[in-house]
C-alpha cells in the first residue's frame, strides 16, 4: 500500500520505517526540513534502539522516502498517518491541536484519490468527529476522504519492537471501508494473532487517554505508598514485590521512584481532565488531578531528600547528576522529573554536573546553565552527593567501592530504587532511597535485592 506518515518525531519516525519494513510503500512528511533531510539520508534525529537499522533498510530499498511537501503526500498516498505533536496548551490544561489542524488543513484541498486519513496522535474524544466536519469543507473529493483514529501505544525505548509487535491494535473507524483499509494495512501483525479491537473513533480515542491514565495512576498510587512507607519506616520495594504477586494487581509499574515524565503522560492526564470537563462529567476523572500531584512531589521530596542529606542546604555542594532523560534508552528529556530535580538544585545554588548517556545533548538545550560530562566517573568527581535520576543500566553497573574513591563524600539519593543498595552500603556509601527505611530496619535484616523486573522505563 501507498502510505505518509506525517509528523516524523519519535512515533512517526519509527511509525514510517516500520511500514516500509513490512512491506508498504511509505512518504515520511514533517515540516522540519533538517529532519527530512536526515531521514532521507536514513540518519536518525534522535536515538532508539533499532531504528537507525529499520530506516536503514527502508531507505536502501527504496520504499521509504521523505518529503517537506504535503501536496506530494496527498499526490502519493492511499492512506495518510497523521503523527504530529499534541501538547498541553499554553495556559491551559488542554490538548494543543493546532498542529493535526494544520496537516489536516495543509493536506485537504491537495486531496485528488480516495483515501484514508488515519490519525495516531493522542487527542481528546471527538477530535475526529471535529476532523471529520472539517473535511467536509475543505476536501474537494468529500465523502471519499475519510477519517479514523488509530491511537499508538509504543513506548519509547521500545518503540521499534512494540511498532512491529503490537500488544493490540484499535482502530476508531466510521464504515467498513476504514476497517478494511486498516486491517489491510496491518495484515502481517493481524497474521501473527495480534489482536484487532474495531470500534468507533470516539472509544478509540478514548483507549488511549485512558490507558495512560490507567498506567499514571498506579505509578502515582506506589509513589503515594512510598510516602507512607517512609513514615513508618516500611520498605516500598517489598511492599511492591508482594503486592505484584497479586495477579489481580500485577507487577509492571508499581516500582516507585520518581515518577513519570516525558511527552505523553503529564500531558495526557490532564488533556484527559480539561476534555473530561468539556463534557461535563469532570468528577468521573477529578482522581487525575492528585495522581498529577503525586507525581510533582516526588520531584520535590526528592529536592528535599537531597538537600537533607548534605546538611540542609544546597548551596555550593557539588552535585553529580546521573542522568537527564524521563526514561533509559531514550533521548527524550520533555518533562523529564530528572532534568527537573537537577534544575532545581541548581536554583538553589548547587553545583551540578549532569551525565547521561544518550540525552546530554538534549538536556543542554533545555538547561545549558549546568555543566555536562561525559562518563559517571568525571561527573561524579569531588562530588559532595551523588542523585541518580534515571535508571539506564549502566549506572546499575557501577561499581561503588571504585566510584567511592574518587567523591568528596560517599553518599547517594536513589531516587530510581534501582541499585543494590546493600552492595553500596557496603562499599562505604550513604544510600538513601524513596520509600525505604535508612538505616536498613534491623542489623540483621537481609536488605531487598532491587526490583530489576519493571520500571516506569516501560512508559511510552
Ligand atoms: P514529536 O514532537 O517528537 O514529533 C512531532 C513531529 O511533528 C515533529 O517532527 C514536528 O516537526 C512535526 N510536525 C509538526 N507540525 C507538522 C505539520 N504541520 N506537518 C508535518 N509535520 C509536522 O512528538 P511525538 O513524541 O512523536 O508525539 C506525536 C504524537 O504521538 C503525540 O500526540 C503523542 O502524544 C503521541 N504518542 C507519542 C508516543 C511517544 O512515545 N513519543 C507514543 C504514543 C503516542
Given at each position: 500500500m501507498r502510505l505518509t506518515v506525517i509528523g516524523t518525531g519519535y512515533l512517526g519516525a519509527v511509525h514510517a520505517a516500520c511500514m516500509a519494513d513490512i512491506g508498504h510503500e511509505v512518504l515520511g512528511v514533517d515540516i522540519d526540513a533538517h529532519r527530512i533531510a536526515m531521514l532521507s539520508e536514513g540518519r536518525t534525529p534522535f536515538y532508539e534502539p533499532g531504528l537507525q537499522e529499520t530506516l536503514t533498510r527502508g531507505v536502501d530499498s527504496g520504499r521509504l522516502r521523505f518529503t517537506t511537501s504535503l501536496r506530494e503526500a496527498a499526490e502519493f498516498g492511499d492512506v495518510h498517518f497523521v503523527c504530529v505533536g499534541t501538547p498541553q496548551k499554553e495556559g491551559s490544561q488542554?490538548?494543543?491541536l493546532r498542529y493535526v489542524d494544520a496537516v489536516v488543513e495543509g493536506l485537504a484541498p491537495h486531496l485528488r484519490r480516495r483515501c484514508l486519513i488515519v490519525g495516531k496522535s493522542t487527542v481528546p474524544a471527538g477530535t475526529t468527529a471535529q476532523l471529520e466536519v472539517r473535511l467536509d469543507t475543505l476536501a474537494p473529493m468529500g465523502a471519499d476522504v475519510e477519517v479514523a483514529w488509530n491511537p499508538e501505544f509504543l513506548r519509547e525505548g521500545h518503540a521499534v519492537e512494540d511498532t512491529l509487535r503490537p500488544d493490540r491494535i484499535v482502530a476508531g473507524v466510521s464504515s467498513s471501508r476504514a476497517d478494511s483499509v486498516l486491517r489491510e494495512v496491518y495484515a502481517p501483525m493481524l497474521r501473527d494473532g495480534v489482536p484487532f479491537i474495531s470500534t468507533d473513533p470516539a472509544t478509540a480515542e478514548l483507549v488511549k487517554v485512558a490507558a495512560n491514565s490507567f498506567l499514571a495512576t498506579k505509578i502515582s498510587f506506589i509513589n503515594a505508598m512510598a510516602e507512607v512507607c517512609e513514615a513508618a519506616g516500611a520498605d516500598v520495594t517489598t511492599l511492591s514485590e508482594a503486592l505484584g504477586h497479586d495477579t489481580r494487581i500485577g507487577?509492571?509499574?508499581l516500582s516507585a521512584g520518581l515518577g513519570f515524565g516525558g511527552g505523553c503522560l503529564p500531558k495526557d492526564i490532564r488533556a484527559f481532565m480539561a476534555r473530561a470537563g468539556e463534557l461535563g462529567v469532570g468528577d468521573s476523572v477529578a482522581f487525575l488531578r492528585q495522581v498529577d500531584e503525586i507525581n510533582g512531589r516526588q520531584r520535590s521530596r526528592t529536592v528535599d531528600i537531597a538537600r537533607s542529606m548534605v546538611?540542609?542546604?544546597?548551596?555550593g555542594r557539588r552535585i553529580a547528576v546521573l542522568g537527564a532523560t524521563f526514561k533509559p534508552n531514550s533521548d527524550d528529556v520533555r518533562d523529564s522529573p530528572a532534568l527537573s530535580v537537577a534544575a532545581a538544585v541548581h536554583r538553589e545554588g548547587g553545583i551540578v554536573r549532569l551525565y547521561d548517556p544518550e540525552g546530554i545533548e538534549n538536556a543542554r538545550s533545555v538547561l545549558p546553565q549546568l555543566e555536562y560530562v561525559h562518563d559517571v566517573a568525571k561527573t561524579c568527581e569531588d562530588a559532595d552527593l551523588v542523585l541518580h535520576l534515571t535508571e539506564w543500566s549502566e549506572f546499575r553497573r557501577i561499581d561503588p567501592a571504585v566510584l567511592a574513591a574518587s567523591v568528596s563524600v560517599p553518599r547517594i539519593l536513589d531516587?530510581?530504587?534501582?541499585?543494590?543498595a546493600t552492595l553500596w552500603r557496603s562499599a562505604g556509601w550513604t544510600v538513601r532511597a524513596l520509600g525505604r527505611p535508612t538505616p536498613p530496619a534491623l542489623p540483621n535484616q537481609q536488605a531487598t535485592a532491587p526490583v530489576t523486573a519493571v520500571y516506569s522505563s516501560d512508559l511510552g
Open positions: 488542554a490538548a494543543d507487577r509492571p509499574f546538611g540542609g542546604d544546597l548551596a531516587a530510581r530504587n534501582a541499585l543494590d
